[in-house]
């Protein structure tokens, strides 16, 4: 008899890592951020705008806000191995969305390997979202020509991401 092997296009790949620090105002803190972050993923980090006017913060709509860098394949997975260990490879069930997404917060940068309290920098802590994906298969969702759903048995679960992650990076859940 023939043996069944896993179809390779329902493979989970890591499509994503964006790494985010809001620091909620322009200026000299929003460059230390952006530095970094720098520091951190060894990318150029994109400034975000403020998408609103809020007086009471003193925030102007299109005024820089925060920064944020996109990671992807060896990139994504050698800052995410550093991201974990910071977080001692243990991250809450709430955690996680019903689309197989994984969001963690890291209080301090210095909390990653060999990085050291710098005065001039100051303190900043960062928001991380991993957007999973399956190796094929997504395109028909954003092609302009015979757009199609993506059928329930190609989404990513919770529980699918989950395993990954314990497999991949021997991740701890906490809260299961």
Do not use: C
């Amino acid at each position: 008899m023939m043996e069944t092997t896993e179809n390779s296009m329902r493979e989970i790949v890591i499509d994503k890592v964006v790494v985010n620090i809001g620091v909620g105002a322009a200026g000299e803190r929003l460059n230390r951020a952006a530095k970094v972050l720098e520091l951190l993923t060894h990318h150029k980090p994109a400034f975000t705008s403020a998408k609103r006017t809020v007086r009471d913060f003193n925030i102007r709509k299109g005024l820089n806000i925060g920064v944020k860098v996109t990671l992807r394949k060896d990139d994504a997975l050698s800052f995410l191995k550093e991201a974990f260990y910071a977080k001692d490879y243990k991250i809450p069930v709430y955690s996680f969305d019903k689309n197989g997404n994984a969001y963690f917060g890291i209080s301090d940068y210095t909390d990653f390997k060999g990085m050291k309290y710098d005065p001039d920098i100051g303190i900043f802590g960062m928001d991380i979202a991993i957007v999973f994906r399956r190796r094929g298969g997504y395109r028909i969702e954003k092609r302009r020509i015979k757009k199609m759903h993506i059928p329930k048995k190609m989404r990513i679960s919770k529980e699918e991401t989950i395993k990954y992650l314990q497999e991949n990076f021997n991740v701890k859940i906490i809260g299961d």
